[in-house]
């Protein structure tokens, strides 16, 4: 992972502020309440983040309220400002009943999902901003496009241009957060809840500055490990990817139902996995095994 940028309206004293100087200067400010944003591609873990977030922060005493934030559209494609999904987290040191109106700080993992949130007026006059910056060195010339325009953009509208040094570097070493672990609850994660084929997960990696041994060793750790989601009566399949197909294509049975002839209804579920990042063979073998066995339930 690289740096994250950090671009912070000018703020406003608060009456709810108390401000405390540690030595060398560096101020630690006390708030009655505050409101955090994690945002990021739906599928990413963004809302259970936000949820472990409340949940730790209610542990220490604090009123929390969370409202998860949900893709203005069903399976919005990555890095798009309709497929924001995350969780808005109220903190205050009194009982908290409701999500508050605005928010005072947003980690965004995207510049897309940072505009939708900005589109729609959801962030306070003084809100900071921490938004991952590994964009700007994506080997797309089209991403690294768009994250300097909307960079730009956000400056233009009155941020100011700050870089926080060393910020993922830190908790690299605190051992929160490494491009390893990352990796492995990115696979974890499309693996749960939106199946992919070994392909499209290497490239999602990729895409996102992950290092090409790191993406190996967690794709041998999947093919390796165990399944957490066996469909009934699929058990015996060895391949991670085979499994996983499986799984797909039982998310979308009530669809594939509706097709009569068995012949269409298997190039439909044939195409959805090579789609889906599944290579032919895998395809053509899990669409066959799934549909015959559909064919002799209705038999």
């Not at 969780?87 to 505009?115: C, H, K, M, P, Y």
């Not at 910056?133 to 400056?155: C, F, G, N, P």
């Not at 990796?183 to 290497?202: F, I, K, M």
């Not at 399944?227 to 294509?249: F, W, Y």
């Amino acid at each position: 992972m690289t740096d994250t940028a950090e671009i912070v309206v000018k703020p406003r004293p608060r009456a709810s502020e108390v401000v405390h100087f540690r030595e060398g200067g560096k101020a630690a400010v006390t708030l009655s309440e505050h409101i955090v944003e994690i945002v990021s591609d739906s599928g990413e873990g963004a809302q259970r983040c936000g949820q472990t977030f409340g949940a730790i922060a209610s542990q220490m005493g604090n009123g929390v309220w969370t409202v998860e934030i949900i893709p203005a559209e069903i399976r919005p494609p990555a890095r798009s400002v309709a497929g924001g999904s995350g969780n808005r987290v109220r903190l205050g040191s009194r009982r908290v009943t409701n999500g508050g109106n605005e928010t005072d700080l947003v980690i965004a993992f995207n510049e897309q999902v940072l505009l939708g949130r900005v589109r729609t007026g959801e962030l306070k006059p003084g809100c900071k901003i921490l938004l991952e910056s590994m964009w700007r060195e994506a080997k797309d010339s089209k991403i690294v496009e768009s994250y300097t325009e909307t960079y730009e953009h956000l400056v233009t509208a009155g941020y100011d241009r700050e870089l926080v040094d060393g910020a993922v570097e830190r908790l690299v070493d605190l051992g929160i957060l490494d491009d390893e672990s990352f990796a492995r609850a990115w696979v974890e994660s499309r693996d749960r809840a939106h199946p992919r084929g070994e392909r499209a997960l290497a490239r999602e990696l990729f895409l996102k500055g992950i290092d090409r041994t790191i993406v190996e060793t967690v794709l041998a750790e999947r093919e390796a490990g165990p399944d957490h989601h066996p469909l009934e009566g699929t058990e015996g399949i060895a391949s991670a990817d085979e499994r996983a197909a499986e799984r797909l294509l039982a998310r979308r049975a009530s669809s594939l139902d509706r097709i009569a002839d068995p012949r269409r209804r298997r190039q439909r579920a044939y195409l959805l996995l090579v789609r889906s990042g599944f290579d032919s063979g895998t395809a053509a073998s899990a669409a066959e095994r799934v549909l015959r066995t559909e064919d002799d339930d209705r038999a």
